[in-house]
């Protein structure tokens, strides 16, 4: 089984519709990373979230980390075909001692298609 | 600012031929990561690397694959006598200090094995 399970796989909605992605582990997170790619190219970094509980916005993107730093959501208002990409949750599931230090384990994505 | 430049972007070699992946981190990044998405799965760790020092290579395959990040110049993801498991999206990262401030990829280069 995944270390980190992102859902949905992939994800169809019409412009304007809100969407959430869910990133869950089994184990606690030392920080969870979101990215977007679009298809064929690199990683856009969205977001960093550390603390349980943290919740960070930009532009009509909002991703949160539960209190007890094993799940993480990401969602989108107003969703626009812009937005439309593979989303990929990345985490830092520790290690022995802590932190893995750069070692990031990563979701399987999802697939957001935006129709206009 | 320059973002992590990878080179080449593409990259084809025939069976048997060697590979050299090229990154240049962010400007003031000294932590270098580099990462493989093969075809249908995820993005995989492969090895964490500082100026002159391998911090960890737990997700290298044990043979044909070598990294390293000189004191001077780009790191270096070297594959020896690829094949044609090889091809895949290979990704380098870069950060300031490890995971404080995030991890900036660069848009990878994709090596074609044929």
């Known amino acids: 089984s995944q270390e980190l399970e992102q859902s949905p796989q992939s994800l169809i909605v019409q412009e304007g519709k809100n969407l959430t992605i869910n990133c869950t582990s089994s184990?606690?997170?030392?920080?969870l990373y979101w990215y977007k790619q679009k298809y064929g190219e690199g990683l856009i970094f969205l977001m960093m979230?550390?603390?349980?509980?943290e919740e960070k916005s930009h532009e009509k993107i909002t991703a949160k980390l539960d209190e007890k730093k094993q799940q993480s959501s990401l969602h989108i208002t107003a969703s626009q075909p812009s937005h439309a990409g593979i989303y990929l949750c990345?985490?830092?599931?520790?290690?022995?001692?802590?932190?893995?230090?750069?070692?990031?384990?990563f979701g399987q994505g999802t697939i957001l298609t935006v129709h206009p | 600012n320059a973002g992590v430049m990878q080179n080449p972007r593409h990259l084809v070699r025939r069976r048997g031929q060697e590979a050299r992946l090229r990154c240049s981190p962010m400007?003031?990044?000294?932590?270098v990561y580099w990462y493989r998405q093969l075809p249908e799965e995820g993005l995989k760790f492969m090895v964490y690397?500082?100026?002159?020092?391998?911090?960890?290579e737990s997700g290298m395959p044990k043979e044909r694959f070598s990294a390293e990040f000189p004191k001077e110049g780009p790191s270096i993801l070297r594959i020896q006598q690829v094949v044609r498991g090889d091809s895949a999206a290979y990704f380098c990262?870069?950060?300031?200090?490890?995971?404080?401030?995030?991890?900036?990829f660069g848009s990878g280069t994709r090596l074609t094995v044929v």
């Open positions: 990262a870069s950060s300031p200090l490890s995971g404080l401030y995030g991890y900036t």
């Open positions: 184990k606690t997170l030392y920080g």
């Open positions: 979230l550390q603390k349980g509980g």
């Open positions: 990345g985490a830092d599931i520790g290690g022995a001692g802590g932190t893995s230090y750069g070692k990031l384990t």
């Open positions: 400007k003031g990044h000294s932590h």
């Open positions: 690397l500082q100026k002159e020092n391998i911090i960890d």
